[in-house]
């Protein structure tokens, strides 16, 4: 079994960053990856970055690929997401998602993860 617990969401003008963490913790390896989705109110899921730990691929939303940096430390289970440039359709509940064994297309998919954290809010907003 493996834990998620988030950190770092919070209130930001337009414009402004953000940096999400997620620390897992329990049975995890180096076939891990980690990655994060967001949902806003009244709208579906949708894949935000992911990171594989065996190679450190890395995979983007289109609506945030430029803006958005996710990173990690493999040795203490951490992943990050850096946010910048945040916009008012950033607002979302954001989910920490970790799994094993995927391959390239399903990185964006959420089936594929088998972990998921419980969520930090991130408001952009004047």
């Known amino acids: 079994q493996v834990q998620l617990v988030e950190s770092g969401g919070g209130l930001v003008q337009p414009g402004g960053s953000l940096r999400l963490s997620c620390v897992a913790s329990g049975r995890t390896n180096t076939r891990f990856a980690m990655g994060w989705f967001r949902q806003a109110p009244a709208k579906e899921r949708e894949f935000v970055a992911a990171i594989r730990w065996n190679g450190g691929n890395t995979f983007y939303a289109d609506s945030v690929k430029g803006r958005f940096t996710i990173s990690g430390q493999n040795a203490k289970n951490t992943a990050y997401l850096q946010m910048d440039s945040l916009k008012p359709e950033d607002t979302a509940v954001y989910f920490c998602?970790?799994?094993?064994?995927?391959?390239?297309?399903?990185?964006?998919?959420?089936?594929?993860?088998?972990?998921w954290g419980q969520g930090t809010q991130v408001s952009v907003s004047a």
């Open positions: 998602v970790a799994g094993q064994g995927l391959i390239t297309s399903s990185m964006r998919n959420g089936a594929a993860y088998a972990y």
